[in-house]
Nanobody, 120 residues
């Protein structure tokens, strides 16, 4: 059983900061890629940032220079530091993990989402 769970969302004023965390737990061999996605009301879910194992992170153009993604492989934890937040960053943020199971099957797991609201 593999679970992915986010934490750290909330309400913040424009220009403020928030830090999201995501932990993958359960019985698996390794985590290949971890990433953050977001979905605003009435819009599709879009990639915010992702970090493959052993590779450099990638960011959506809209968050470059403001958001920083990082991961602690010893804790199976992913972080998203969000600075200089804007009202258009308001969305539900989802953690995604591509996980290699002990059966050598690769599966895609999602967290339940955490709300980030930025007031103007």
């Amino acid at each position: 059983q593999v679970q992915v769970a986010e934490s750290g969302g909330g309400l913040v004023q424009a220009g403020g900061s928030l830090r999201l965390s995501c932990v993958a737990s359960g019985n698996f061999a390794s985590i290949k890629t971890m990433g953050w996605y977001r979905q605003a009301p009435g819009k599709q879910r879009d990639l915010v940032a992702a970090i493959p194992s052993g590779s450099s992170p990638v960011y959506a153009d809209s968050v470059k220079g403001r958001f920083t993604i990082s991961r602690d492989n010893t804790k199976n934890t992913l972080y998203l530091q969000m600075n200089n937040l804007k009202p258009e960053d308001t969305a539900v943020y989802y953690c995604n993990a591509i996980i290699l199971l002990r059966t050598w099957a690769q599966r895609d797991y999602w967290g339940q989402g955490t709300q980030v609201t930025v007031s103007s």
